[in-house]
């Protein structure tokens, strides 16, 4: 990945990683909001806010899909990156950044803060009035979308309703430690109890989630909430590229009946399809992970199909 030390842009592994071999994912810094609230620094404007996101990284892909579900495709515009991230990290895309002409998304970092030190990452939520970062945390910027433009677009669907937040946070929190996260602790462990440790915490949370969804439609009941969508990003990337390039290898995804039905209900939702990109995605992992694949071949399979009948509804409903 790379980070920004002292001013300059540093060649980096992935990210870091501790003294017992352990994955460790840095925190965001931008963590400013929007808010419709008189006088916020940051209201909510149709054409004031892009995104810079990659299309392989799960948790940039979490913003599109919130900007689909929540009809924000014409109110913020959408950069995407390279597919292939290398010595100097992010790549601003084929098209060019179209708000500055700059090459790597390390420069919009400096660009909002000339002494900004630490990792450089997507998604960024930028602010074209300030010309400044607002947030590059997507768990942050999922929940800005759910509901800061409602009064710009008129949908007033909810993914965090209050009555459901301590049960979604609950779900999140494991989700995040052993599946959103816990794929990356398997793939960049490098030493065996790290990965072992990874590996059965992944697949002990599969499993649980495949019991739970035999008795319920999604994570928390039959509300479709943003806990589905945070886990769906890992599911919809896990045969094609965690499976192997990060040996989460116990299982494929297809193997659990429950899970996999799930995965085609969530793709099938107006809007998702057109955010998920599996071969950009492989792209990325194995042509950028030197240290995983050091022939950088990309694999031509899985051949997976989402679009294919699922029974869900007429089980739960």
């Not at 794929?183 to 030493?191: D, E, K, P, S």
């Not at 886990?231 to 290898?249: E, M, P, Q, S």
């Not at 793709?267 to 599996?278: I, M, P, S």
Request: hydrophobic share 35%; glycine share 6%.
């Amino acid at each position: 990945m790379g980070l920004i030390v002292k001013g300059k842009w540093v060649d980096q592994w992935y990210s870091t990683k501790n003294s017992k071999g352990n994955f460790e994912r840095q925190a965001s810094r931008f963590r400013h909001t929007i808010s419709s609230e008189e006088g916020h620094q940051y209201p909510p404007e149709s054409g004031r806010y892009h995104l810079y996101v990659s299309l392989a990284c799960p948790w940039a892909h979490r913003t599109l899909i919130f900007r689909a579900l929540k009809g924000l495709e014409d109110v913020i515009s959408v950069s995407v990156v390279r597919a292939e991230m290398l010595e100097n990290g992010w790549e601003l895309g084929d098209k060019g950044d179209p708000l500055f002409n700059l090459d790597y998304v390390y420069q919009l970092y400096l660009k909002a803060a000339p002494d900004y030190e630490g990792r450089v990452t997507v998604p960024v939520l930028w602010d074209k009035k300030t010309n400044t970062i607002v947030n590059n945390e997507s768990s942050d910027i999922i929940r800005i979308l759910n509901t800061a433009f409602n009064d710009v677009t008129g949908n007033q669907d909810d993914y965090y309703p209050s009555a459901l937040r301590g049960k979604i946070d609950e779900v999140n929190a494991r989700v995040y430690d052993t599946i959103n996260n816990g794929v990356y602790r398997a793939g960049f462990a490098t030493t065996q109890d790290a990965y072992n440790f990874a590996y059965h915490e992944l697949f002990e949370s599969l499993d649980w989630l495949e019991s739970l969804l035999s008795k319920q439609r999604y994570l928390v009941g039959d509300t479709l909430t943003e806990a589905d969508w945070r886990l769906f990003t890992t599911l919809v990337r896990f045969d094609a590229v965690y499976h192997g390039h990060f040996k989460c290898n116990r299982n494929q995804l297809k193997d659990f009946s429950n899970l996999s039905n799930y995965l085609r209900e969530l793709f099938q939702v107006e809007g998702v399809a057109e955010t998920v990109d599996l071969e950009y995605t492989k792209r990325h992992y194995y042509a950028s992970h030197k240290t995983i694949n050091p022939t950088l071949i990309v694999p031509l399979g899985p051949q997976q199909r989402f679009d294919l009948p699922h029974n869900r509804a007429n089980k739960f409903n």
